[in-house]
């Protein structure tokens, strides 16, 4: 194969529900593309989509785009993929992408062929596989028990090239799949067409989150060109540049190794990857380097309840209680802590976060300052929701009137809504951090087809 013969994966933007600039999209659609991708969500938000099988995006933004992008594909004349579907990629999820997609059909009177690839598992047959030793820790390692998978409401599997290939293989205009991982979908038309296996994983790393790896992020669309020896880099917007610098510091995105990223099948190396400036706009890259793996792994997610929370902020402008502030708070722990625990059975947590001081970062924040205000924000966990509810109604006095000496005036502090709790609901977290081992890509993976019509 030549580097004349290319092949162009156009992605409108890093996620869908994100936004994008339409004239971009309309440039990146003129200049003839084989593929148009974007994914659709990640686990960047949280363990509460995953948990329950829902989208963060609002479902008219995402109705928006999605038609948008249905459109562009029909006029570009070729196939529509998005991998993640619903933030989450669990089954539920991928439906209501699929629902919204129908919609779209009826309303425009469209008639689309759809590849619907669905990623998720169940805890019986990865019960067989742990014990059959298929599934392994990644690091940091933890043990896994078959407790663990049956607590999980849902678990996916993160699907590759591979799978994205047999959904295309279908003939499919639009493929909807379910969790994938963030390069699949633009890595495996390039891949399928024997372009460079080490220039389409790292090409795709770099358009994952579309215009990010330009001077101008939020102009949303790129355009990555695939050939035999690498990829070329170019932003659609009109402003928009990338650069050596911007393209290369992509790999630092949600990597821990800036030289390695570890796929289905393998691994990506760009050790000795070469970034060159084509002109003012485009970034040439080469000698990067894909190294199979003799055992075929997909990454599993799975999120189980972690409770029910409910949440209290009070707001703290006096000088003196500000200038005290984790002296203020620490009593306030000890005292509400030991009054819940006398008065209730139940098992719960109490956690005081400064607002305006580390909230974001905590001990970590090792250069945190104090300002002239701080918001107290009290996280309450427990089993149940009455629980937590009951634990912060104990907690309301204490921010609204603890004073920091016994020996002085009770001050005041100011709620900023009424009533000062606010449940949260179940909660959820993430609980796998392991691979499962696969004979078969689609082994874990069920791939069908719908013919759409108005």
Request: net charge negative; hydrophobic share 40%; glycine share 8%.
């Amino acid at each position: 194969m030549s580097t004349d013969s290319v092949t162009k994966v156009l992605i409108p933007s890093g996620a869908l529900g994100l936004g994008y600039d339409r004239d971009a999209l309309a440039r990146g659609v003129a200049e003839g593309p084989d593929l148009i991708a974007i994914d659709g969500g990640s686990t960047d938000s949280g363990p509460h989509y995953l948990g329950t099988g829902t989208s963060k995006y609002s479902r008219s933004s995402i109705k928006a785009e999605w038609r948008e992008l249905m459109h562009a594909r029909a006029e570009a004349g070729v196939p529509l993929v998005i991998g993640t579907a619903g933030t989450c990629g669990a089954d539920s999820a991928v439906d209501w992408l699929v629902d919204i997609t129908r919609d779209i059909v009826a309303e425009d009177k469209m008639a689309v062929k759809v590849a619907v690839l669905k990623s998720g598992q169940t805890a019986e047959k990865l019960c067989h596989a742990l014990n059959a030793g298929r599934i392994k820790p990644l690091e940091p390692a933890t043990d896994l028990a078959p407790e663990t998978l049956q607590s999980c409401t849902n678990i996916v599997a993160l699907a590759g090239a591979e799978q994205i290939q047999a959904a295309l293989a279908t003939g499919a205009d639009i493929v909807i799949a379910g969790r994938t991982t963030d390069t699949a979908t633009i890595a495996a038309l390039p891949l399928a067409r024997g372009c460079h296996a080490g220039g389409a994983w790292h090409g795709a790393k770099i358009g994952e989150c579309g215009a990010l790896a330009t001077t101008s992020p939020n102009t949303g669309t790129i355009m990555i060109s695939f050939d035999s020896t690498g990829f070329t880099v170019t932003p659609m917007g009109e402003a928009a540049r990338a650069t050596p610098y911007t393209v290369s510091a992509h790999m630092l995105y949600e990597n821990s190794n800036p030289y390695q990223l570890f796929e289905p099948g393998g691994h990506l190396d760009v050790t000795d990857a070469v970034y060159t400036a084509c002109d003012t706009k485009s970034v040439r890259v080469t000698g990067s380097t894909w190294v199979p793996n003799p055992t075929y792994t997909v990454k599993l997610e799975g999120a189980r309840s972690g409770g029910f929370q409910t949440v209290s902020l009070a707001l703290v402008r006096e000088p003196r209680y500000v200038a005290n502030i984790r002296e203020w708070v620490a009593d306030i722990e000890e005292k509400c802590v030991a009054k819940a625990r006398a008065r209730l059975t139940d098992p719960f947590t109490l956690e005081l976060r400064l607002i305006g001081v580390d909230a974001t970062l905590g001990a970590l924040d090792v250069a945190a300052q104090i300002g002239s205000e701080v918001g107290v924000l009290g996280i309450v966990t427990a089993e149940s929701d009455a629980i937590s509810r009951e634990v912060a109604k104990i907690l309301n006095p204490y921010l609204l009137h603890h004073p920091l000496t016994e020996q002085e005036e009770m001050p005041t502090f100011a709620f900023p809504f009424s009533p000062a709790e606010m449940s949260r609901g179940e909660i959820y977290e993430f609980c796998l951090n392991h691979v499962l081992e696969l004979e078969d890509p689609m082994e874990a993976f069920a791939l069908t087809v719908q013919e759409m019509t108005p």
